[in-house]
């Protein structure tokens, strides 16, 4: 599951507005491809004391798709949120 925090989606909007080389270009919002329980692990790293058992992974990492968000770091200068701070930030 790809994963990005919305202030990345924000600043990348307002990158593209501001930078004359992002015209016509797209972009990846994509911090990093998760599985739903590497998700959930880290929702249960976060909340400590809540007696919660980590899940067992669904999925082999060798198996996750990668996409290349290089273009997104060099021409918007998006250093991209880590899903981990994004969740304690939500959480």
Not at 17 to 29: H, N, S, T, V
Not at 58 to 70: E, F, L, M, R, V
Request: hydrophobic share 35%; proline share 5%; glycine share 4%.
């Amino acid at each position: 599951m790809p994963s990005v925090d919305v202030r990345d989606v924000a600043e990348a909007h307002l990158q593209c507005i501001l930078k004359p080389e992002a015209a016509g270009k797209r972009f990846l919002l994509i911090e990093r491809n998760l599985f739903l329980a590497d998700c959930y692990n880290i929702v249960v790293e976060t909340l400590p004391g809540k007696n919660m058992s980590k899940a067992v992974s669904d999925g082999d990492d060798t198996k996750k798709k990668h996409w290349d968000n290089t273009p997104t770091k060099e021409i918007l200068g998006i250093p991209f949120i880590s899903y981990e701070k994004s969740t304690k930030d939500l959480v």
